[in-house]
């Protein structure tokens, strides 16, 4: 399965965009990148997706560069709410069971 | 839409003991997963239903782990006998139609002594 690599930790000060980059140099053609974001005490739940294309959607965006091996997370404005491990995950669209392979992921800590 | 749900939350045992979790996935997800997370990792696939039927347990301990997910629906995942190291949390998720995102249950906490 293809590799992620993401920073341990970030921080960033409430109200300000935070950028959480992503590299996957080794993806291929049908891996879609997916973001998940883990909550303390909770379990992981969905953020965002996107195969080519830059995405966005009501929690975040996503942008990809143009040759897929890196992506950025994109939180508009950070609440202290946002404070939480995501996790950049490649998933083979050609892979009809819908496997998620997590890394370690980044931790974000918001600042008031 | 209720969500993923699963039980006990908490639950601490000896090693040796026996131990069971169960999951109710949200209603018409085909698709459901046990995960476990050691502290400070990522969550850890340990197997995967379609259905009833099992799509993926390669990385289930199956020495002292089982699953199963009668009718389709439900699913409970046993731990017997306990070692130390499977001091955990264990996440249940699911997923429907389309396969947009899993969704993931609170977990249950599990500790051994």
């Known amino acids: 399965d293809a590799k992620t690599t993401q920073p341990n930790s970030m921080e960033s000060n409430e109200e300000e965009p935070v950028h959480l980059p992503c590299n996957h140099s080794?993806?291929?053609?049908?891996?879609?990148i997916h973001w998940y974001r883990q909550l303390p005490s909770q379990g992981p739940e969905y953020v965002i997706h996107?195969?080519?294309s830059n995405v966005n959607n009501r929690m975040a965006s996503l942008a990809i560069a143009e040759d897929r091996k890196s992506s950025t997370l994109i939180l508009h404005r950070a609440t202290l709410r946002d404070a939480a491990v995501y996790y950049c995950?490649?998933?083979?669209?050609?892979?009809?069971?819908?496997?998620?392979?997590f890394g370690s992921g980044t931790r974000l800590l918001v600042r008031p | 839409e209720a969500g993923v749900a699963q039980s006990p939350r908490y639950k601490i045992i000896e090693k040796r003991q026996s131990v069971a979790f169960w999951c109710n996935p949200i209603?018409?997800?085909?698709?459901l997963y046990w995960y476990q997370q050691i502290l400070g990792q990522g969550p850890k696939l340990l197997i995967q239903?379609?259905?009833?039927?099992?799509?993926?347990d390669s990385q289930l301990p199956k020495d002292r782990f089982s699953a199963e997910r009668l009718k389709g629906v439900d699913s409970t995942l046993k731990i017997q006998p306990a070692k130390l190291e499977d001091s955990a949390v264990y996440l249940c998720?699911?997923?429907?139609?389309?396969?947009?995102?899993?969704?993931f249950g609170p977990g249950t906490r599990l500790l051994v002594l």
């Open positions: 209603s018409g997800h085909a698709t």
């Open positions: 996107g195969l080519t």
């Open positions: 995950i490649l998933r083979d669209r050609m892979d009809s069971s819908y496997k998620l392979i």
């Open positions: 998720a699911s997923t429907g139609l389309g396969f947009l995102a899993q969704y």
């Open positions: 239903f379609q259905n009833n039927g099992v799509v993926d």
């Open positions: 080794t993806i291929s053609g049908t891996d879609y």
